[in-house]
């Protein structure tokens, strides 16, 4: 285990579900916000973004059962129902009433799920904001990656203990951006969450959530267009899986959806532009607080990478020395985009040092630990 990935996990505790344990971590003060990773990693994957959300915002991040540093039992139920319940028992041993929800590829899903059993169950804690990052909102515009199709087909059980690790990597890599490809550390941080408690001998049965049935996909895109919940969609657009193509199948559902893209940022938009992809959620937080749920209900899609996104003041709060945060980010998304920034993933080494990488410049905003 590396040392960052050590920290994270004795900075978290677990809760005990049906006879396994969940981990999560659970900080900060105001208002809660559940975030709900993606796979095959685990909550570690909001670690470049954890600092700035959780300024004044208390963060709950579980790591699903089968991911992370949660039980990995081998005969499990692993399907999206069977995570949503896992989630709101959660809530429900912490007390949370009501929570903003950011969540990233199956964690996009879940909260699908999360939302059609809040149409049958009211009594279920209440979803106050959602904010979904590539994830898979229309199934049938997924495209997963050949080693997922074999994961998810006859012979899943017997590879998935015998995927080798440059495999991984390189189905890894070929989801990040050109420009912002994963470092050695962060990869070794991937593969460390994947083989912790057995994760090979499961991530099969973890991973063949794309794989639903059609009632289920009209079940999950119908309780998102019912949703009153305000939304606000972050995308990498170079995602091979769920990037411009799956935004754009969704806006022929919901033209109106609230949209920011980054047009040359691939599967992880928190780890590869942690500011840009920090200050898009702060800043349609602060519009929520100003407007209420239903301001955002009508807002034009925005391209953040070509510069045409207006952030407010409210992303302020993520750098220090007293610049406006909408003239810090809009400056820093100029140099993005004429390539004059050419930006690494967040988790390479901390800002100045090299890391096996080329390291990044110096940010505007708060430097990820």
Known sequence: ????????????????????RVFFRDQGSGPAVLMLHGYPTGSFDWHAIWHQLGEDHRLIAPDFLGMGFSDKPRHHDYTLSGHARTIDALLTWLGVAQVHVVAHDLGVRVVQEMM???????????????????????????????IQRLLAGPIGAWLGPRIPRFAFESAIRGL???????????????????????????????????????????RLVGALLRSQVALRLINGSADPNSGSHMVNQWLTLAPQTDVVRFDTVGHWPHIEVPQLTAAAIVEFWATLRRTGPQGQTQSKAVDAVQGQWQPTAAAS??????????????????????????????????????????SRPQSPFCSTP
């Open 1 to 20: 285990m590396t040392p960052r990935l050590g920290l994270w996990r004795s900075s978290g505790r677990f809760f005990d579900w049906n006879g396994h």
């Open 116 to 146: 059609a059993q809040r149409e049958t169950h009211p009594g279920l804690a209440s979803l106050d904001s959602v904010v979904l990052l590539n994830g898979a909102m229309c199934p049938q515009a997924y495209r997963p990656r050949p």
């Open 176 to 218: 990040f951006g050109k420009h912002t490809q994963p470092s050695p550390a962060l990869l070794d941080e991937f593969w460390a969450l994947l083989e912790h408690g057995g994760g090979r001998r499961v991530t099969h049965a973890v991973g063949a959530f794309w794989r639903s049935h059609p009632s289920i996909q009209e």
């Open 317 to 358: 709060s993520l750098q220090p020395g007293g610049q406006t945060g909408g003239r810090a980010l809009r400056r820093w998304v100029r140099h993005f985009s004429a390539g004059r920034i050419p930006l690494t993933a967040s988790s390479t080494s901390p800002v100045g040092a090299t890391g096996g990488v080329r």
